[in-house]
């Protein structure tokens, strides 16, 4: 008897084949951009590669690296006050039996459930009147309100990981409410904390919106440069600055991954 061929292989090699270039596709093209000195259409690759777009990018006229800065400023403020924020809040949250929990936590997604456009004109327009506009302040604030969602959930989910009955034993042998708290259950939740501190840092870091109606043109951050560089058909600088923000993405992503345990996911919105 013939063998029987099982062609079932097939559609599995064809669905992963298809899922790896919907991924690395984009990301292929981008890397190309970043080397490609020139490229045009009907070609497929670069016709010259080099790398004297990097230099224009890094050069002093080029504004990446105090964008860099300026970006990583604004991203850092951002985590100390969503954290400032969500701290006391996430562990009041898991905690305290309050009235109406469910709608608190929902009150934090109030942010993410409106388009950006026209609340960002409003608070433009509010700002500008207070002299907040075309300030670092100004888009802290901005960044803090979207920052608070990943910071308070994840906050609050943390803190509910952690046993009470560690705080109590902790109250039993004499440390007080504060020491309980910063002795036992502040370095339990410290993983969750961090992981929301690097949601937070992630979301100031690619925040785009917001910094472009209250911070620019006073303000220029990362994504603001690509966005500049993009709309001017300066594709090999939007991708070099896009493979700028990419990178620390990617890097603090692997991170979360080892912060953010089971227990702690099982947590969230409980």
């Keep these: 008897m013939m063998a029987r061929v099982d062609f079932w292989w097939l559609p599995r090699a064809l669905s992963l084949g298809l899922l790896a270039f919907i991924i690395f596709g984009p990301l292929t093209n981008l890397v190309l951009w970043t080397v490609a000195e020139k490229w045009y ?3 497929m690759l670069p016709l010259e590669y080099g790398f004297s777009f990097w230099q224009r990018v890094f050069s002093q006229r080029g504004n990446a690296m105090e964008s860099l800065l300026t970006s990583i400023v604004i991203a850092a403020l951002t985590v100390i006050a ?3 924020l969500a701290i006391p ?3 009041a949250l898991s905690r305290l039996k309050l009235p109406f929990r469910g709608l608190i936590l ?3 997604l109030i942010p993410q459930a409106f388009p950006n456009l026209p609340v960002y004109v409003n608070i433009a327009r509010f700002f500008y009147q207070i002299g907040l506009n075309g300030t670092i302040a100004g888009v802290v604030m901005v960044h803090v309100t979207h920052g ?3 910071a308070v959930w994840i906050a609050t989910a943390a803190f509910s990981a952690v ?3 560690l705080e109590e034993a902790a109250r039993s042998i004499g440390a007080g409410p504060f020491r309980a708290f910063r002795d036992v259950t502040l ?3 410290a993983p969750g904390l961090m992981a929301s501190a690097i949601f937070v840092f992630l979301e100031s870091l690619d925040e785009f919106t917001g910094s472009y109606f209250v911070g620019a043109p006073d303000v220029n951050t990362l994504p603001l440069l690509l966005y500049t560089a993009g709309s001017g058909g300066n ?3 939007a991708s070099i600055t896009a493979l700028l923000l990419l990178v620390p993405s990617i890097g603090f992503m692997l991170v979360v991954e080892r912060f953010l345990r089971a227990d702690v996911l099982s947590k969230v919105g409980h």
């Design 41 to 43: 259409f009907p070609h």
């Design 82 to 84: 969503s954290l400032a």
């Design 89 to 91: 809040a996430g562990y």
């Design 106 to 108: 929902l009150a934090f």
């Design 148 to 150: 608070l969602v990943y």
């Design 163 to 165: 046993d009470i009955d």
């Design 187 to 189: 370095p339990l939740a």
């Design 235 to 237: 594709y090999q600088i």
